[in-house]
């Protein structure tokens, strides 16, 4: 077996692994959460940086189109989240993004993140900030995130965190693994309203 061989060969048995330890009841939290936010018709705001914010847009159009919600990104829209990183800094940008979004307590965020927002260690600033906001006006906060799940899982209503199983493939599995929640999520039959294109044809 060459070197390459055996990566994806552990890279492989690394996902099956988490697969195994995903916490079923906590995906469950975050159905009952996501069914509750749209009864009472209010928006879901999707949070991530880097890869986990192609993961938010990814979801904002799945739960749009497959399950009724009202859905948004602030990274979907780059000319506004670099206009507000130049001109008040990266930290704060989620958080006025809300406020401008008039966030609310019928509302509900949902972080994609690799590590949930830490301050001491100065990363993912703006995630810590902007659930600070959701706080402070009482709308909900859901998580997929990774390791101890930083400040997200402390603050969160309800949040899954990925298990690490290789410390060197940290977010490279927590990307994936948030990816593969949220079509867990979108296709499930409390949350789905709509089949997919492959799903609704008849051979």
Known sequence: MTAADAHSARYLAE?????????????????????????????????????????????????????????????????????RTNDEGWPSVFAEWLRVSRLCERDL??????????????????????????RDVGAAIVGIVGRDGGFTARAADACVVIPTVNPGAITPHVEAFQALLCHLLVSHPAIQLRAGRWESRRE
């Open 15 to 83: 996902a099956a692994e988490i697969l195994s330890r995903l916490d079923v009841l906590s995906i469950e939290r975050l159905v009952e959460r996501l069914v509750a936010l749209r009864e009472r018709g209010g928006r879901l705001f999707f949070l991530g940086v880097g890869g986990s914010a192609a993961n938010a847009s990814h979801a904002v159009n799945d739960f749009r189109v497959l399950a009724g919600f009202e859905a948004y990104t602030p990274t979907d829209n780059v000319a506004e989240i670099t206009a």
């Open 109 to 134: 965020v949902f972080v994609l993140s690799v590590g949930g927002g830490d301050l001491e260690q100065d990363v993912s600033t703006n995630i810590v900030r902007a659930l600070e906001h959701a």
